[in-house]
């Protein structure tokens, strides 16, 4: 019988130990709930800005990025990628505003200035000749390439844009045009 006493001293060893993970456990839940709290009015206080961006536009000629925005922008890491384009944090549909300021001196839409371009050439186009001339033209706009590629994209879903492979090569042309070539 001479177990019993270690016996004895290891469940008091796991007892000791069960009870030290549990405070160190509950320690560890109190922690992330007060770190969740202030995640939670950070996240808040984020909202009500975004709402407040949106109801009051900055002066007609200063830019500002919001998610959403109905012009793809230059993107810092770690930003938005615009997923949620349709509505904001109330459900509210964007861009009316942003629509109705553009058309009092806004800078156009970076798709009609690349329909725009197209319209100017009768051979299909590559993006990075696009994105060159566009640069040229308009020194004010400086589109990434992955910008560039994205819109001439979005303008081929929407059909007002041709795109085909020549080679490894992705051309862009205006719908209607060099048809009779293929």
């Given at each position: 019988m001479p177990d019993q006493p270690a016996a004895a001293t290891v469940r008091s060893r796991y007892a000791e130990q069960a009870a030290a993970?549990?405070?160190d456990n509950r320690r560890r839940q109190q922690e992330l709930t007060e770190q969740l709290a202030v995640l939670q009015q950070e996240e808040a206080l984020l909202v009500d800005i975004l709402a407040l961006a949106e109801r009051f536009p900055g002066p007609p000629g200063t830019a500002h990025a919001t998610p959403g925005a109905a012009e793809p922008q230059p993107r810092t890491a770690g930003s938005s990628t615009g997923a949620g384009r349709?509505?904001?944090?109330e459900g509210v549909a964007r861009g009316g505003a942003k629509?109705?300021?553009r058309a009092e001196g806004r800078q156009p839409l970076l798709g009609d200035l690349f329909v725009d371009l197209l319209r100017e050439?009768?051979?299909p186009r590559?993006?990075?000749e696009l994105r060159d001339e566009l640069l040229e033209r308009h020194?004010?706009?400086t589109p990434t390439p992955q910008v560039v590629r994205n819109t001439l994209e979005a303008l081929v879903a929407k059909g007002r844009v041709r795109r085909h492979k020549q080679q490894r090569s992705v051309m862009y042309e205006l719908p209607g045009e060099g048809e009779g070539d293929a």
């Open positions: 993970d549990l405070q349709k509505a904001g944090p629509a109705g300021a050439h009768r051979e590559l993006a990075k020194p004010e706009r």
